[in-house]
């Protein structure tokens, strides 16, 4: 069974710099894809970006990035000039490419809750 | 506006009553799912179904019931089998591509339930 997790329960980050969020899976599928999810204190759930395992280029979204590392089974999100509205819990999350039953369906980690300092 | 809704947005309840929690989706995706979201928990996948009148459990199924009778709508019940119900639960829905698998999926905005 697939796992993800995301060892940092939470992250601080000054405003306008650079924070790294960590996540590492474990799965023995070949084709996958990643994401990571931004929930606000709305506890609206946001698709932040998105990554295909069959792809080696790092997914880039604005001011966000991912560093795709499939080897180490490693998917890191870097939020750059942080904003106050950033501030969130953010979520990494895995689905298998394969066909079956259960293709579609999400693996989460816990979760890691990001303060931006103004 | 298409999107998904859920209600309501607090819900109480009595221990040994069930409650209904409501999902409906006007974005003509195939697939919707129910997840429950614990404090450091993350989301745990409780039921999801890819087509109508079709519906499979997920990891934490027991004390839940589901249907879909509609393609839009796939409400949630809480039965008083669920013996530690106060959570937050969340609705999803993803499209079906013409390849057979699925896209990303849209979350609704939750439904938070307490047992009194």
């Known amino acids: 069974a697939q796992t993800v997790t995301q060892s940092q329960p939470e992250m601080s980050v000054q405003e306008a710099e650079t924070v790294t969020l960590s996540c590492t899976y474990d799965?023995?599928?070949?084709?996958?894809?990643l994401f990571w999810y931004k929930q606000p204190p709305s506890r609206q759930m946001i698709l932040v970006i998105r990554?295909?395992?069959?792809?080696?280029q790092n997914a880039t979204e604005n001011r966000f990035s991912v560093n795709f590392q499939k080897a180490a089974k490693s998917f890191s999100l870097k939020i750059s000039d942080s904003q106050l509205g950033d501030a969130a819990m953010y979520f990494c999350?895995?689905?298998?490419?394969?066909?079956?039953?259960?293709?579609?369906?999400?693996?989460f980690g816990k979760g890691t809750k990001l303060s931006v300092k103004p | 506006d298409g999107g998904i809704t859920q209600s309501p947005k607090y819900l109480f309840r009595k221990e040994g009553q069930n409650v209904t929690l409501s999902c409906e989706q006007n974005?003509?995706?195939?697939?919707m799912y129910w997840y429950r979201q614990d404090p450091g928990q993350g989301l745990r996948l409780i039921y999801y179904?890819?087509?109508?009148?079709?519906?499979q459990k997920g990891d934490i199924a027991e004390g839940y019931s589901v249907s879909r009778e509609k393609k839009e709508s796939f409400p949630l019940t809480v039965t008083s089998a669920q013996k530690n119900p106060t959570a937050f639960y969340l609705c999803?829905?993803?499209?079906?591509?013409?390849?057979?698998?699925?896209?990303?999926?849209?979350f609704g905005p939750g439904t938070r339930l307490t047992v009194l």
């Open positions: 999803a829905s993803s499209s079906r591509t013409s390849g057979g698998t699925y896209n990303e999926q849209f």
């Open positions: 799965t023995s599928e070949s084709d996958y894809y």
């Open positions: 990554q295909e395992a069959y792809k080696q």
């Open positions: 999350a895995y689905r298998s490419a394969n066909y079956g039953g259960s293709q579609g369906n999400l693996i």
């Open positions: 974005l003509n995706h195939d697939a």
């Open positions: 179904s890819q087509i109508v009148n079709d519906f």
